[in-house]
């Protein structure tokens, strides 16, 4: 089978990814910012505000505040979801959890197709149960699939393995892993070629549960669970979290830490498969 052509169009918007725009965002986020603190409200605000300045139509939904961006034709038709939360641990700065992941999501709102129904996400209280995405799923329809970003811009010459995963892992940490539960496989193969044909420099290792391993614990804990659990199909993107990165939860956490190369990766296949 012959390889899928790039597209030049979306090949020069995915080139125009910025190394530079997601270590600034980082920075900018990486600050303890627990929900309950005055700080989140203001991260908060702020995205909302980025998001309204790219010409999204936004709102500030529920008691957690989930900032939701959508384009014009997701306002009518059922859309592709991207989200990433924006709260950290109390004391903990959480560059790779979750400010990576909301940078990625920004940088590729921002060169998004807006003619396609895309929905763009920024949840709150995903260190407390996930209870903004829960609040938001269970208030929210129209939504046809969601990729859910947490933590992902760490890499490592190390890389653990979580006990009891169905699959081995690489020996180094610098891959995207991705996990979708039964009824959520479908999506995976569109990441896969995106990253095949626009990003082939990203090594990706993806996990499909079976049916019933999912309700596992380790695999629940994200904003992709609340999404399963309501029946919609979701993958999530994510470093591994504390089986790569030994900064998880610590105010070691910082902006320095992290491979914005790799992020950078990541955010453009984001796009490419936000793109279809």
């Not at 270590?23 to 986020?29: C, F, G, Y």
């Not at 709150?124 to 208030?139: H, P, Q």
């Not at 990203?202 to 499909?208: A, D, I, K, N, R």
Request: some cysteine; overall charge negative; charged content about 20%.
């Amino acid at each position: 089978m012959r390889a899928p052509i790039p597209n030049a169009a979306l090949q020069t918007r995915i080139d125009d990814v910025s190394v530079d725009e997601l270590r600034a965002t980082v920075e900018a986020l990486a600050v303890p910012r627990h929900h309950s603190a005055d700080v989140n409200l203001r991260i908060g605000n702020h995205l909302a505000q980025t998001l309204t300045d790219l010409g999204y139509h936004v709102e500030v939904r529920g008691q957690y505040r989930t900032v939701l961006a959508v384009t014009e034709t997701a306002r009518t038709q059922p859309a592709v979801l991207a989200g990433a939360h924006y709260d950290s641990v109390p004391g903990t700065p959480g560059a790779d959890d979750n400010a990576s992941g909301v940078a990625v999501l920004l940088a590729c709102a921002r060169r998004a197709d807006r003619q396609k129904p895309l929905a763009f996400a920024a949840f709150n209280a995903e260190e407390d149960g996930a209870l903004g995405s829960r609040e938001f799923v269970s208030d929210r329809t129209g939504i046809a699939a969601a990729h859910i970003l947490e933590m992902v811009g760490y890499t490592s010459d190390v890389q653990r393995c979580p006990p009891n995963l169905p699959i081995r892992l690489p020996e180094r940490g610098d891959f995207l892993g991705l996990l979708a539960n039964w009824p959520s496989r479908h999506l995976l193969p569109a990441v896969l070629q995106a990253a095949s044909t626009y990003i082939p420099d990203l090594p990706v290792v993806s996990l499909t549960l079976p049916p019933l391993l999912d309700a596992l614990p380790l695999m629940q804990r994200s904003d992709h669970d609340p999404f399963w659990k309501a029946g919609i199909a979701a993958l999530l993107w994510t470093d591994t979290a504390e089986f790569r990165n030994p900064n998880y939860h610590q105010p070691g956490d910082t902006p320095h830490t992290l491979d914005y190369r790799f992020m950078r990766r990541v955010a453009q296949v984001l796009l490419a498969v936000l793109s279809a």
